[in-house]
């Protein structure tokens, strides 16, 4: 969110007229023409345009006196830099450029053309047009500077070049690249930068002596220059060091693809090794002797550049895993020892991965460092760069790895559910190898209980990720549990709540916040023995504890106060999405025996939901709309199930708590229970399911002067006389009590109660559906064909010809029937 002042700046140049916006570029250009040493108001007139021209995502079209002087003025040595930065910055954002003016603009001072290079790639729209400032690039690194200034500023460009078109490089290229790279890897000086002594008064400044660089702990630096080696200054060769450094990872994944035969690199003898270690000693010299030397050198057919490369960031890692033992004076330190931690076993894995021979090494180094900071919560996201490591190579070492994934699939996340980063590094962990974690690392399913923790947490953050968590987590084994959990996530989310604050505050303290005692009186419960139960199956680490708990109610009751929390909220709001993706998942795997208990799932939970606004409407619509899809799937359950959905549908008072999905579930009933679906379905089960629906029909459809007017939608009475209609139709006994209650029906619709609520059209809507069920009822044969059509009505077809539609099949035997009752029997 933006300052007042920031925001009225950012309006005022969203909005400058055309006409002042022209009067501001000549003034601009008056400005840079006049003025060599730019003062105070070409800076601020600079930054203005600057504002102007990056406040809206369109781009701004300069005059092109104004462009060629600010393309003329990026080129040139004589400015400050803040100046280049601001000429960059315009020149970024402005229509699209001349490319081949700009790179013929490239000079030979490698900090100005970083400036134009930025400008280029960010308006290039070919390869073409990388092509030049590529090449400059090259030839700034290989060659000397004339000031002694190693080109730091190539790096940034030639990354984001290679980003852009990998294949931009040739092979030569990228043997040159390589071999610089393991120049500044290697051979930065251990010595610190000069730094210049204010010297006394009768003495000028003087150059001190120089000193060793020294390693975090403040032991003198004995081996190679690192990026974790400390020092009041550094020299050029030290920061090309750790430009290198960050740059590797992204060179290794581009170009080093293509291996070691045999290992050659892992396994030298040695002669080759004392041969490798002439040639690195000399390669300080200058690019020219080192080309000459290579070409010469025996050791260089040994280890071509990619390989030597590969070893020397071997190495170079290897030494960052030792340092990182050590314990660091600043704090600042400390964290720069975890970052390093994770890019160095990221890498190690990359090379590992490209030359299967470097494993043996490294995991000693790697396993060592697991077993120095796994008992440390501090260093937890360091762990996840090294469970990728075991991931990829524990099987090739014979190592085993199920005491890493305990680590970070059990404490993690139950003792850090709240922390953003480590939620969402983990969580992209998961995504990147989820293939080999769910058929790999059993305990990657079994632990589903505790990542969610994660998603209850930070649920806004995390949803799209757990969309394409969530099917790998399933399995015939733990869907019905996947189910409950997902239906219990805001209850989770208000027991993190209270284990967070429970741990924050003493026990004896009445902690009173945003909604006051009610909050407290929630987490006094949580600390009670009594509850203890129901809290610790909701935080389990593990699933196997069983699907649900018995006392779920006395569960949703303790955690009521917690229902209006921001938090608990938006996480209701994310399992209506959840319970989309499981359900059409599930139905891939699912088998009879999985279907009948999750339909068993969706009745009994919808009586055990938390109270959140909202929160029950939303799922009985995920209900309706994947019960329907179960039953279509294995139409048989609605025999399997008779007794809860006759239950179920026998409840008036779901018409009114649970409407939409009363409504699917009797419309099911009428569907599915026919022998056609299932040779178990008998008359005498129809007849119980047709008297209980016609007891719920004749209790809604009471009219009497003390009654209420009816407060549900006029759909139910009609889904409920259509199921009994189609019920009667396989049981034709039945059919004359339907009748009676049908006629019954038009009375209760032309009553006062029921037109004093429903509309004329609600009213005739089931009125005419009455007639029509009575009048097909009237032949049943034909309303056994009508009311329950072959497998064919159920195509596609069927619902758009509106010539076989049954809508018109239902209208034509109506008039029918009107027109020739005389034919009827009675």
């Known amino acids: 969110?933006?300052?007042?002042?920031?925001?009225?700046?950012?309006?005022?140049?969203?909005?400058?007229q055309d006409e002042e916006l022209q009067k501001f570029y000549g003034r601009i250009s008056k400005l840079l023409n006049t003025n060599r040493d730019f003062g105070n108001e070409t800076i601020d007139s600079l930054q203005r345009l600057n504002l102007i021209v990056s406040a809206t995502k369109y781009a701004k079209t300069l005059p092109s006196d104004l462009k060629k002087k600010l393309q003329m003025l990026l080129v040139s040595k004589a400015h400050p830099e803040q100046i280049?930065?601001?000429?960059?910055?315009?020149?970024?954002?402005?229509?699209?450029?001349?490319?081949?003016?700009?790179?013929?603009?490239?000079?030979?001072?490698v900090k100005s053309s970083s400036y134009v290079a930025a400008v280029v790639l960010s308006q290039v729209a070919c390869k073409d047009d990388v092509a030049p400032v590529c090449l400059h690039m090259l030839k700034c690194m290989e060659a000397r500077q004339t000031d002694g200034q190693i080109c730091k500023h190539t790096l940034p460009i030639l990354t984001k070049l290679i980003s852009y078109s990998p294949e931009i490089l040739t092979e030569d290229q990228v043997n040159l690249v390589s071999r610089k790279l393991v120049d500044w890897l290697r051979y930065a000086s251990i010595q610190q930068g000069a730094t210049m002594s204010s010297g006394s008064f009768f003495s000028g400044p003087r150059t001190r002596q120089p000193v060793p660089v020294t390693e975090v702990d403040g032991a003198v630096a004995g081996d190679f220059f690192t990026v974790l080696c400390v020092g009041r200054s550094f020299g050029e060769d030290q920061w090309m060091n750790m430009y290198a450094f960050s740059m590797i990872r992204k060179w290794l994944l581009t170009y080093d693809t293509e291996g070691t035969s045999g290992g050659e690199s892992a396994h030298l003898s040695p002669i080759q090794i004392m041969l490798s270690q002439v040639q690195d000693d000399r390669s300080e010299v200058d690019s020219s002797v080192v080309s000459m030397v290579s070409a010469t050198s025996s050791s260089s057919r040994l280890l071509p550049p990619k390989e030597r490369l590969r070893e020397k960031a071997f190495e170079y890692c290897h030494r960052l895993i030792e340092q990182s033992d050590r314990k660091a004076i600043k704090r600042t330190d400390t964290e720069l020892q975890k970052a390093c931690i994770v890019e160095a076993v990221t890498i190690m894995d990359i090379i590992c991965k490209e030359d299967p021979s470097y494993v043996y090494r490294a995991f000693p180094s790697v396993k060592a460092l697991y077993g120095r900071i796994s008992a440390e919560l501090a260093y937890a996201r360091v762990l996840i760069p090294i469970a990728q490591f075991y991931l990829n190579h524990s099987e090739m070492a014979a190592v085993d790895s199920e005491v890493v994934f305990r680590q970070l699939f059990s404490r993690f996340p139950s003792e850090l559910f709240n922390e953003p980063a480590l939620a969402y590094e983990l969580v992209q962990f998961c995504r990147a190898n989820i293939a080999v974690l769910k058929d790999g690392v059993s305990l990657y399913r079994q632990s589903f209980p505790n990542l969610f923790k994660f998603l209850a947490w930070n649920s806004p953050a995390l949803i799209s990720d757990y969309m394409e968590l969530l099917p790998s987590?399933?399995?015939?084994?733990?869907?019905?549990?996947?189910?409950?959990?997902?239906?219990?996530?805001?209850?989770?989310?208000?027991?993190?709540?209270?284990?967070?604050?429970?741990?924050?505050?003493?026990?004896?303290?009445?902690?009173?916040?945003?909604?006051?005692?009610k909050i407290a009186s929630a987490l006094e419960v949580f600390r009670q023995p009594s509850y203890r139960g129901l809290f610790l199956y909701i935080l389990r680490p593990e699933a196997g504890s069983g699907d649900t708990i018995d006392r779920l109610n006395m569960l949703h009751e303790v955690l009521s106060e917690m229902a209006a929390s921001p938090r608990v909220m938006q996480c209701a709001q994310v399992v209506p999405v959840l319970l989309h993706v499981f359900f059409n998942n599930v139905t891939e795997f699912a088998d009879q025996k999985l279907t009948n208990q999750l339909t068993l799932v969706l009745l009994e939970r919808s009586s055990l939901l938390y109270n959140i606004n909202q929160f029950k409407i939303e799922l009985f619509r995920v209900f309706s709309t994947h019960i329907r899809a179960l039953c279509k799937l294995h139409p048989s359950l609605i025999v399997d199930q008779c007794r809860e959905l006759l239950d179920f549908a026998g409840s008036t008072a779901n018409i009114y708590s649970k409407e939409e999905l009363y409504t699917n579930v009797v419309w099911l009933i009428g569907e599915y229970l026919s022998v056609a679906h299932d040779p178990r379905c008998s008359v005498e089960l129809i007849t119980s399911f047709f008297e209980s629906l016609e007891a719920v029909l004749f209790e809604i459809s009471q009219v009497r002067q003390s009654a209420s007017p009816p407060s549900y939608p006029p759909h139910v009475l009609?889904?409920?006389?259509?199921?009994?209609?189609?019920?009667?139709?396989?049981?034709?006994?039945?059919?004359?009590?339907?009748?009676?209650?049908?006629?019954?029906?038009?009375?209760?619709?032309?009553?006062?109660?029921?037109?004093?609520?429903?509309?004329?059209?609600?009213?005739?809507?089931?009125?005419?559906?009455?007639?029509?069920?009575?009048?097909?009822?009237?032949?049943?044969?034909?309303?056994?064909?009508?009311?329950?059509?072959?497998?064919?009505?159920?195509?596609?077809?069927?619902?758009?010809?509106?010539?076989?539609?049954?809508?018109?099949?239902?209208?034509?035997?109506?008039?029918?029937?009107?027109?020739?009752?005389?034919?009827?029997?009675?």
């Open 84 to 109: 280049q930065v601001l000429f960059s910055s315009v020149l970024r954002e402005s229509l699209p450029l001349s490319i081949q003016d700009l790179s013929a603009g490239l000079a030979e001072d």
């Open 1 to 16: 969110m933006y300052s007042t002042g920031t925001e009225s700046l950012l309006k005022q140049a969203r909005e400058i």
């Open 718 to 826: 009609t889904t409920l006389m259509t199921t009994l209609a189609k019920l009667a139709s396989r049981s034709q006994d039945l059919i004359p009590r339907l009748s009676l209650s049908l006629s019954k029906l038009c009375t209760f619709a032309r009553s006062k109660p029921v037109l004093a609520c429903y509309s004329e059209e609600d009213a005739e809507e089931i009125i005419t559906r009455a007639h029509e069920l009575t009048n097909l009822l009237k032949l049943p044969s034909v309303a056994q064909f009508v009311l329950a059509p072959p497998a064919l009505g159920e195509s596609a077809r069927w619902h758009r010809d509106t010539n076989t539609s049954l809508p018109r099949a239902m209208r034509t035997i109506t008039e029918l029937l009107h027109k020739q009752s005389n034919f009827l029997p009675g």
């Open 473 to 517: 987590l399933m399995s015939p084994n733990t869907a019905v549990e996947i189910l409950h959990s997902l239906l219990d996530l805001p209850c989770l989310a208000a027991t993190l709540d209270l284990q967070l604050r429970s741990a924050t505050y003493q026990a004896s303290e009445r902690v009173l916040w945003d909604h006051g005692s």
